[in-house]
């Protein structure tokens, strides 16, 4: 089974950037598709993005279409959200999941396997 451990949260001003990572344990990370979802709040999850295994395909949130750039290295079992131009609404809990099924989804009902999060707070 596959274990998702995320970092790279913090605190940033409007406008600044910051990377996430989110590694995984289990060699067969390398099937799995990947996503990154959010939540502030009192606001249900909601999806940002998500790549496929070979990392050709990738899918976005058209709230972070141009500002955020998901990617993964399968030889590091890692997977990245970066994110640029960051507002004050970009704040709230990222979580990456994986879906061993490898489908691109975009709602989290479509991954079996969860971090545990880690806090992105942007300041105005």
């Known amino acids: 089974q596959v274990q998702l451990v995320e970092s790279g949260g913090g605190l940033v001003q409007a406008g600044g950037s910051l990377r996430l990572s989110c590694a995984a344990s289990?060699?067969?990370?390398?099937?799995?598709?990947m996503g990154w979802f959010r939540q502030a709040p009192g606001k249900e999850r909601e999806f940002v993005a998500a790549i496929s295994v070979s990392g050709g395909s990738t899918n976005y949130a058209d709230s972070v279409k141009g500002r955020f750039t998901i990617s993964r290295d399968s030889a590091k079992n890692t997977g990245y959200l970066q994110m640029n131009s960051l507002k004050p609404e970009d704040t709230a809990v990222y979580y990456c999941?994986?879906?061993?099924?490898?489908?691109?989804?975009?709602?989290?009902?479509?991954?079996?396997?969860w971090g545990q999060g880690t806090q992105v707070t942007v300041s105005s």
């Open positions: 289990g060699r067969t990370f390398s099937r799995y598709s």
């Open positions: 999941a994986a879906n061993r099924f490898g489908a691109i989804a975009a709602s989290s009902k479509g991954y079996d396997v």
